[in-house]
């Protein structure tokens, strides 16, 4: 099939023009794009993106029509197409209510993730990272599986623990595989301590992660560990009091460090 040629493809994104656009200005254009089983000439993402942007507000049963494009296009074995597809599906992950709207795709999202593309699987995982108010638990026993392979890159383990955390952040299968990664990836300590405490993930073998972490030899664990600690309920920052204590007075720990630790130790004694 013939590719579009590049004034076709400014006159697509003219369809919808800002302040004007609707979903059906914006279903069209993507239609438009789908069509084009060669589409060489790659559209000024800038302007993809205003245009697209009308969908963070238009009605469910609208938007509910764009996705399967937009599936469809991230699919696709055209760079461009894909480009398209998950600046779609990123307007709409930026929903407030996308968790819903996207739950029924889920399985979607995630079999991209085993695609031989690294931009899909990329996508995918910051896609799922996006949703609004949180990823939905329901992702949980499609991702978790891919987490116990150790052996994935590093990058990636990270992402899905992200995502799986803010899923499911009280899920003792979750923190027990985020957490059992460190036998093969003692490297990735700061970062999983860090999620960890943002995601107020509190457990046995959490508090013994952090316990571990203010004392780990490594300073940015140790940075890490009293910043998890610190976004904790008073009683788990109680718990830690002396380690705390002992951080924030000593003279040879890097400044941060101590700093972060004193404004622990003030949200459980103010003067």
């Known amino acids: 099939m013939a590719s579009l040629p590049l004034y076709s493809v ?28 060669d589409l ?44 398209i597809g998950s600046m779609t599906l990123i307007a709409i992950a930026l929903r407030p209510d996308s968790a819903e709207l996207l739950g029924p795709d889920t399985p979607e999202l995630v079999t991209l993730l085993s695609a031989h593309d690294q931009t899909h699987s990329g996508t995918a995982l910051g896609l799922l990272a996006l949703l609004k108010p949180k990823p939905p638990a329901t992702l949980v026993p499609y991702l978790l599986p891919r987490l116990l392979d150790s052996k994935a890159p590093r990058e990636k383990l990270l992402a899905l623990s992200g995502v799986l955390l803010a899923a499911a952040p009280d899920d003792p299968a979750v923190i027990g595989a985020i957490l059992n990664l460190l036998q093969d990836h003692p490297d990735m300590r700061p970062e999983v301590v860090r999620m960890m405490g943002a995601a107020h993930a509190v457990t046995e073998r959490t508090i013994a992660l952090f316990g571990a972490g203010l004392v780990d030899t490594d300073p940015n664990v140790r940075l890490m560990a009293v910043q998890a600690v610190g976004r904790q309920r008073p009683d788990v920052i109680q718990h830690f009091g002396p380690q705390l ?12 460090t101590r700093q972060y630790a004193a404004l622990a130790l003030k949200q459980i004694n103010p003067q």
């Open 245 to 256: 204590r002992r951080i924030a007075e000593d003279s040879k720990e890097k400044i941060p």
């Open 10 to 37: 400014a006159a697509l994104l003219l369809l919808a023009l800002p302040g004007w656009a609707t979903s059906s200005d914006v279903k069209q254009m993507l239609q438009e794009f789908l069509s084009q089983g």
């Open 40 to 83: 060489r000439a790659s559209p000024d993402m800038g302007a993809l993106a205003d245009r697209l942007d009308v969908l963070r507000s238009e009605p469910v049963a609208e938007v509910r029509q764009i996705l399967p494009l937009a599936l469809s296009l991230l699919r696709s074995d055209n760079p461009n197409h894909q480009s």
